[in-house]
């Protein structure tokens, strides 16, 4: 199944440090699917070859029942045990309950898919649950990015990366965090890489992204529903 413009964004950026990726929301579990066919072919750009990589676990969560046994069948008739391909496990669970404690090792949690909102339940409670645990966070929301990236600086989250990306007329940021700040950037309330461009395809990208969100905002404060006028001039501030 070849990934959207999204996922495989967000696939490019998972690195080989991990012991345990958990793929969140996973839905039909492209994403993880993925993760698992890099680590068999031990793509030196990446994974490379060593025996601690290829024993990386892959982690499939969803709340969905039916979801889940249909992924775990496909995984078993795809991906069966073997020195080649890396371990992988289904969980029926709600995000926010993760058992990270039972696995040793540095984890990351990628959750994609789902709104800002409630991807700042999912991390505040995983946080709350595991706050001695290193942590890296994957994130790619729907909507709702100013207050995840407004909660992020809360926690006192390092930033690592930040991209945006363009598919099918939509715009996603994809925020990778980590909860061991002294070794990373400070998260920035809307962003600092995430406006940076090399082509004038990138540069057409972040430039509709902005005039979108500042529209949207602008929108939102004529209703009267919120005061959002500290979220419009903080876009304002970007420079392209």
């Given amino acids: 199944m070849k990934l959207s413009k999204r996922l495989k964004q967000i696939e490019q950026m998972v690195t080989a440090e991990y012991d345990h990726i958990w793929d969140c929301c996973c839905d039909h579990g492209f994403l993880g699917a993925a993760l698992l066919s890099r680590l ?3 793509n030196a750009d990446s994974f490379n070859a060593s025996e601690s990589n290829n024993k990386s676990q892959i982690h499939f969560v969803d709340i969905v029942p039916e979801l889940m046994a249909q992924l775990e069948n496909k995984l078993e008739q795809f991906y069966p045990p073997s020195k080649e391909i890396a371990s992988w496990k289904t969980h029926c669970i709600d995000v926010a309950t993760l058992p990270l404690a039972q696995y040793k090792g540095k984890p990351l ?6 709104g800002g909102d409630l991807m700042m339940e999912f991390i505040n409670a995983i946080y709350a649950q595991h706050q001695s645990v290193d942590i890296d966070f994957l994130l790619c929301p729907v909507h709702h990015q100013f ?4 909660r992020l ?3 006192d989250f390092g930033l690592k990366k930040e991209v945006l990306v363009e598919e099918n007329k939509r715009f996603y940021e994809v925020i990778y965090v980590s909860t061991k ?5 400070n998260v920035d309330a ?3 890489e995430l406006w940076e461009y090399n082509t004038e395809q990138q540069a057409q990208t972040v430039k509709k992204y902005l005039s979108k969100t500042l529209r949207h905002y602008q929108r939102m404060q004529q209703g009267s529903i919120h005061n959002v006028e500290h979220i419009i001039d903080a876009y304002k501030q970007v420079l392209i």
């Fill in 181 to 185: 700040k002294a070794d990373y950037r």
């Fill in 190 to 192: 809307v962003g600092k």
């Fill in 147 to 150: 207050a995840l990236r407004q």
């Fill in 153 to 155: 600086i809360e926690l």
């Fill in 109 to 114: 949690v990628i959750i994609a898919g789902v």
């Fill in 40 to 42: 068999a072919r031990c």
